[in-house]
């Protein structure tokens, strides 16, 4: 049977992993306001985020005893982080600059059903009910941020009223 500490601690982190990429978005749209340049302030987020971390890492990984990796997982974890994340947050930052955040915000919503999307049709996946319901929820979820498509209901609905 498995451990409910362990479920309550996951969800835990769960929810403290959305509850500070949520407030990244308010603190970067405090730093535009600022003067800072997007590039300079997510800069000094990365930087500051591996310093905080790099004691964690130290104490549990202690990385002098691993063994020394070979070429193979070298050039792969190289190529992992420049054709994907590097060019990910390329993209990322150029829409934070044209779009800002509180629209990045929603774009990054469509991550998870991107991916399911990509495990089907790259890895064979199957995608059942739960996904579905899962994207419709974000679907609904990124209407309702957006507001456009309420306007639109709502001007529709107030036509149908008027008879116009």
């Known amino acids: 049977m498995p451990d409910p500490a362990?479920?309550?601690r996951s969800h835990a982190l769960l929810l403290l992993t959305a509850a500070i990429w949520g407030s990244a978005f308010v603190f970067q749209e405090m730093a535009i306001a600022a003067g800072l340049k997007t590039f300079l302030f997510n800069g000094m987020r990365f930087a500051l985020g591996g310093l905080l971390l790099l004691p964690l890492v130290l104490l549990v990984d202690?990385?002098?005893t691993l063994p020394t990796p070979g070429l193979?997982?070298?050039l792969s974890v190289l190529g992992l982080a420049l054709l994907s994340t590097a060019l990910a947050y390329v993209l990322f930052f150029r829409i934070l600059?044209?779009?800002g955040p509180a629209t990045l915000s929603l774009v990054t919503l469509?991550?998870?059903v991107s991916?399911?999307?990509l495990g089907w049709a790259v890895l064979g996946q199957s995608i059942g009910p739960g996904e579905l319901a899962g994207a419709a929820l974000i679907g609904l979820g990124l209407a309702v941020m957006d507001g456009r498509p309420v306007a639109l209901l709502r001007r529709t609905l107030g036509r149908a009223k008027t008879g116009a």
């Open 115 to 117: 991916a399911t999307g």
């Open 97 to 99: 600059d044209l779009a």
């Open 72 to 74: 193979a997982p070298v």
């Open 62 to 64: 202690q990385p002098w």
């Open 110 to 112: 469509l991550i998870p």
């Open 6 to 8: 362990y479920h309550l």
